[in-house]
C-alpha cells in the first residue's frame, strides 16, 4: 500500500539530448509523484525515455528542465545544474541502484562487495552485521566468503540487491534486474523485491520489458515518446 | 573495507598483468641504480686508485702524458727510458719529500697460463718505496733486505697466481735468474696486488738497463705550490711531466661527460617504465568503466575514485621500485665483474657502488614516479560519471 508520506515528486521534468544543431527530447515535462513506500513499475518500449527518466529521478543525470523534490528536499529546479559530486552526495543520501548487469567486483567477496558502498559512505544506524544480516535475509549467508565468479547469475543479483541496500536507502532503483536471468531466476528476483517492499517498506522504482514483472508494482507507469501514457 | 583494500585487492586478482607491470618498473629501478652506482663506483674506484700511486707527480720519457699515465695505471711499462740521473738531480730539490725510481721490466713466459703470457716486474727503490705506498701491508714477510737483493715482494695476487711464499724461489724466464720471496702483500684492492716488486738497480743488472729507468715517481712536501715545482720540472731536458691531480682532473671530466649520457639512459628507462605504468593503470580504468561508474552510482565520490586508482599504480611502483633496487643491490658484484668484461680499462676496486643512500633515494625515485604516473590514469577514473557508465550498457 502506498504511504502517506511522498518520497519524490517530479514536475514538468524534460531531458532534450543535442547533437550538433539537431535537438532530440528524450523526456517531454513528465510529471509524477511517488509515496514513500510504493511500489513503481516502468514500462515502455526502447527508445520511449523510461530509462532517460529514471537516471533523472535517481539523480544519476540533470534535466533539462523541471523540478524534483526527494522526501522534502528540493533537488533540481529550472536552471540549476548539479555537478557530479553533488549528485553523489544526493544519491547516497536517498538511493539504491541495481542494474541489469550486475558489476560485482570480481576480485572482492560477496561480504566485500556489499560492504564496498560503507567505504565511501556510511550512515549512521547502518553497522557491519548488517551486511550479514541482509545476506542472511537474500538467502547468501553460505556464500559470504565466496568470489562473483563462483555464483550464478540469480545470486549475483541477489549479491548487488544487497549492496543497493547496505545504506538503508529511502528509494530502491531497480533498471532492468532481471534482463540477464532466466524466467524463474527473474520470478525469485521480483519476489524479493517485492518482499522487501512490503516488509522492509522501501520505495521501489522498476524499469523493466517483462509484464509479468511489472505486475508486482502497485502501481504501473507506461511511457511512450517521452511521455507517460 | 578501506579504499586500499580494495585496490590492493583489484591488483592481486589480476596477477599476471600485475607481475608483469611489477617486471618493468623492478627492471627500470635496476637499471636506474646500477647505472647511478657504476658511475659512483667508477670514479671514486678511479679516484682511489690514482691517489693510491703513492706520489703526486711521475716523471717519465717524453711521450704522451696521459698514455704514460695510463700505461703506470695499468702497471705496464714506459715506452721510452729515462737516465737515473734525472732522479738524483732531483732528489735534493727541497720540494722533494721523496721519490722513487722505477723501471718496469716485462719478459714473455712459454709455461705461463697455456699458450704462455707476459710476467712484467716493476723496480722500485727499496729505501722509497715502502714509505711513500703506506697502505701496503704485509701478509708475509718485509721488504727487501738492501738495494741489490735478489729478492722479491710479491702483490697478493701475483702470488695466489704464482704460488709462492716467503723463501720461496721465482724464475724470470729466459734469464735463468731465480730471486727469493721475501715478502707477500695483503690485498690492498688496487693494481699492486698483481705486481712482482724487485728492487730497481736489480732489475737493472738482470736485465742489462744499468743507469736507466722508465719512471720516478715524486712525493712532494705538504704546502708546496705544485704549479711552480713542475714549471720548474717541466725545464728538465727529455723528460715528461705527468701531474696525477692534473691526470686525475681529466680524467674525472671525462668521466663526467660520461655520467650525462649514463643518466640519459636511466631517465629514458624512466620514461619507458612511466608510460608503462600509466598504459597500465589506464587499460585498468578503461576495462573497469562501468564498475567505476557504478562505485560513484554508490556513492564514491570523484576524490575516492582517484586515491583508488592512484594507489594502485603507487603499489604497483613501491613493490616494483623495491624489487628492482633489491636485485641491483644484491647483483652489484656480479654487475660490477660483467662491466670490468666489457670495458677496455677500468680501475680497480668495486665499480658498481651501490650502497643503502643509492637504494633510499631510487627507492623514493620510483615511489614519486608511481605517483606521477599515476595521476592521469586517476584523473581520468574520477571523472567517469556513472550515467555514461550505464548507457555504456544500453
Known amino acids: 500500500m502506498p504511504g502517506e508520506n511522498i518520497a519524490l515528486k517530479a514536475s514538468k521534468i524534460s531531458k532534450i539530448y543535442k547533437r550538433g544543431i539537431e535537438e532530440i527530447p528524450a523526456v517531454n515535462g513528465v510529471s509524477l509523484e511517488i509515496q514513500s513506500g510504493e511500489f513503481v513499475s516502468f514500462i515502455g518500449p526502447s527508445g ?20 524534483l523534490v526527494i522526501a522534502g528536499r528540493e533537488i533540481f529546479s529550472s ?13 547516497r543520501e536517498y538511493f539504491g541502484y541495481i542494474f541489469q548487469n550486475f558489476h560485482l567486483i570480481p576480485t572482492l567477496s560477496v561480504y566485500e562487495n556489499v560492504a564496498v558502498p560503507l567505504t565511501f559512505f556510511r550512515k549512521k544506524d547502518v553497522s557491519d552485521a548488517d551486511i550479514e544480516k541482509l545476506l542472511e535475509i537474500l538467502g547468501l549467508g553460505k556464500r559470504m566468503r565466496h568470489l562473483p565468479g563462483q555464483l550464478s547469475g540469480g545470486e549475483m543479483q541477489r549479491v548487488a540487491i544487497a549492496r543497493a541496500l547496505v545504506n538503508k536507502p529511502l528509494i530502491l532503483l531497480a533498471d532492468e534486474p532481471t534482463g540477464n536471468l532466466d524466467s524463474q531466476r527473474s520470478g525469485d528476483i521480483g519476489n524479493i523485491l517485492k518482499e522487501l517492499n512490503r516488509k522492509e517498506g522501501i520505495t521501489m522504482i522498476l524499469v ?21 501514457v | 573495507m578501506k579504499i586500499y583494500q580494495i585496490a590492493y585487492k583489484n591488483l592481486f586478482g589480476k596477477k599476471v598483468r600485475s607481475t608483469l607491470t611489477i617486471i618493468g618498473i623492478a627492471l627500470s629501478a635496476w637499471v636506474l641504480a646500477s647505472l647511478i652506482g657504476f658511475n659512483r663506483g667508477y670514479e671514486s674506484s ?15 720519457a717524453k711521450g704522451c702524458p696521459y698514455e704514460a699515465a695510463t700505461l703506470m695505471l695499468k702497471g705496464g711499462t714506459g715506452l721510452k727510458y729515462l737516465p737515473e740521473k734525472v732522479a738524483s738531480d732531483i732528489a735534493s730539490d727541497k720540494e722533494v719529500k721523496r721519490l722513487s725510481t722505477m723501471l718496469m721490466q716485462a719478459v714473455f713466459d712459454p709455461n705461463k697460463g697455456e699458450s704462455g703470457g707476459i710476467m712484467a716486474y716493476q723496480g722500485v727503490d727499496p729505501a722509497n718505496y715502502p714509505q711513500m705506498k703506506t697502505y701496503l701491508k704485509f701478509k708475509q714477510g718485509k721488504w727487501f733486505k738492501n ?8 702483490g697478493y695476487e701475483a702470488a695466489e697466481l704464482e704460488q709462492r711464499e716467503v723463501g720461496d724461489k721465482i724464475l724470470i724466464p729466459g734469464k735463468n735468474i731465480e730471486l727469493t720471496v721475501v715478502g707477500i702483500l695483503q690485498r690492498s684492492g688496487t693494481q699492486d696486488d698483481g705486481t712482482i716488486f724487485i728492487p730497481v738497480k736489480t732489475v737493472q743488472k738482470i736485465f742489462g738497463m744499468e743507469g736507466k729507468i722508465t719512471g720516478v715517481g715524486i712525493q712532494v712536501n705538504q704546502g708546496v705550490d705544485m704549479a711552480k715545482f713542475e714549471e720548474k720540472l717541466y725545464k728538465l731536458p727529455d723528460v715528461q711531466v705527468v701531474s696525477m691531480a692534473q691526470v686525475k682532473q681529466t680524467i674525472l671530466n671525462l668521466v663526467s661527460t660520461a655520467r650525462v649520457m649514463v643518466l640519459s639512459i636511466a ?44 594507489i594502485e599504480t603507487v603499489i604497483l611502483c613501491s613493490i616494483g621500485g623495491l624489487i628492482g633496487n633489491t636485485i641491483a643491490y644484491v647483483l652489484s658484484k656480479i654487475t660490477g665483474i660483467i662491466v670490468r668484461s666489457i670495458l677496455p680499462y677500468a680501475p680497480t676496486g668495486d665499480l658498481v657502488s651501490i650502497d643503502p643512500g643509492l637504494i633510499i633515494t631510487t627507492s623514493l625515485t620510483i615511489i614519486v614516479i608511481g605517483f606521477l604516473s599515476g595521476i592521469y590514469p586517476a584523473f581520468k577514473a574520477a571523472r567517469i560519471r556513472p550515467i555514461e557508465s550505464i548507457r555504456k550498457e544500453d
Open chain 1, 79 to 91: 536552471g540549476k545544474f548539479f555537478s557530479e559530486s553533488a549528485l553523489t552526495r544526493i544519491r
Open chain 1, 208 to 228: 523493466t520489458h517483462n509484464p509479468q514483472l511489472a505486475k508486482l508494482g502497485d502501481r504501473i507507469v507506461e511511457m511512450r515518446d517521452g511521455n507517460i
Open chain 2, 267 to 310: 631517465v629514458i628507462a624512466i620514461i619507458i617504465s612511466m608510460v608503462g605504468v600509466i598504459n597500465t593503470i589506464l587499460m585498468s580504468v578503461y576495462e573497469r568503466f562501468r564498475e567505476i561508474g557504478i562505485l560513484k552510482s554508490m556513492g564514491a565520490m570523484p576524490r575516492d575514485i582517484f586515491f583508488m586508482i592512484w
Open chain 2, 46 to 60: 678511479l679516484s682511489r686508485d690514482i691517489d693510491n700511486m703513492g706520489f703526486q707527480i711521475i716523471l717519465t
Open chain 1, 48 to 67: 520511449s525515455g523510461k530509462t532517460t527518466l529514471i537516471n533523472i529521478l535517481g539523480c544519476l543525470d540533470n534535466p533539462t528542465s523541471g523540478k
Open chain 2, 147 to 154: 738495494q741489490t737483493a735478489y729478492e722479491a715482494v710479491l
